[in-house]
């Protein structure tokens, strides 16, 4: 064989011999950067059978699985519905129709902090305390003052509570029932330990037996529009956790808000009627809405 075919020839086995590719050649294959597992196995099994040097393939492994989320995206979600049920005003009361409305319902996360870092606020008290008025709160069905709310705030407690996420209903509730709340997007990888529910506003109208007397009534109860709810509820959102998490927050009311007031004392409009409110029989109206701050809520939390 001559010089020329054999230099031919060696050509020739060279353009046979399977090329090793760069670490850009899988993009060429298909394969943008992901941070899923999965795309690690497609990229295996679409170069199975390929001459690639182990240490690029392990490189590339490294590459492909460096994170567990996706950057930018959530964690999970929180999702909420309101079971309410119809006001308990009163034997003496026949509920017509009422309208609720929602300010909020606060995801919260719970760590521990240093004794005296935190100063009591009655504009933001404790979880469990709502509604301070008169030199005391309602916290959890009791009524506790200032200066007792004060020193358990000054040692500290070792707690503190920090909002995780909001979540705002658009549209008031006038039925009993469970209704949507909406949901929020959880950024963290953190567990939840507490929901907090605050209210709007809270109107009710009626008709109030008296004497034997029909009475139409409407209660529109200043006071309402920032009272809170509070209740443990475990959350947590992670790498193991499901991406969806439902929690269905119950309002149980305090029972007959007419035991606190005198009805025989209500007075009544130049049109028959009877309001409770702000501007008339605005005394009644305060007693009834610190009778509702010993209300409560319970959360039950579903995983999808």
Known sequence: MGPMNIERQHEMERSTEPATPSI?????????????????????????????????????????????????????????????????????????????????VRLITTSTTSAGSGEFDPQNPPPGCNLCH????????????????????????????????????????????TVSLGDASIGERLALDTVELELAGLRVDGTLTRDGQEIPTTMSLPGIAGMKFSAPATIAFGPDAPEMQSMNIALDWRDDWLQVVNIDELETGDNGEIVIASTSNRGPAEAIVAAIANSSIAVEVHSE
């Open 134 to 177: 008169g030199g005391h709160c309602h916290c959890d069905g009791e009524l506790i003052s200032y200066e007792d709310l004060r020193a358990q705030v000054a040692s500290g407690g070792g707690t503190s509570q920090r909002v995780v996420a909001n979540i705002d209903p658009s549209e008031a509730i006038t039925s009993a029932g």
């Open 24 to 104: 850009w050649a899988f993009k060429d294959l298909g394969v943008a950067r992901t941070h899923h597992f999965a795309a690690l196995k497609s990229l295996v099994a679409r170069i199975a059978g390929a001459s690639i040097p182990a240490g690029l393939l392990f490189a590339s492994a490294l590459f492909l699985t460096a994170c567990t989320a996706e950057d930018g995206n959530p964690w999970g979600y929180a999702e909420a519905e309101l079971t309410v049920e119809e006001p308990t005003v009163g034997a003496a009361f026949e509920v017509e129709s009422f309208e609720l409305e929602v300010n909020t």
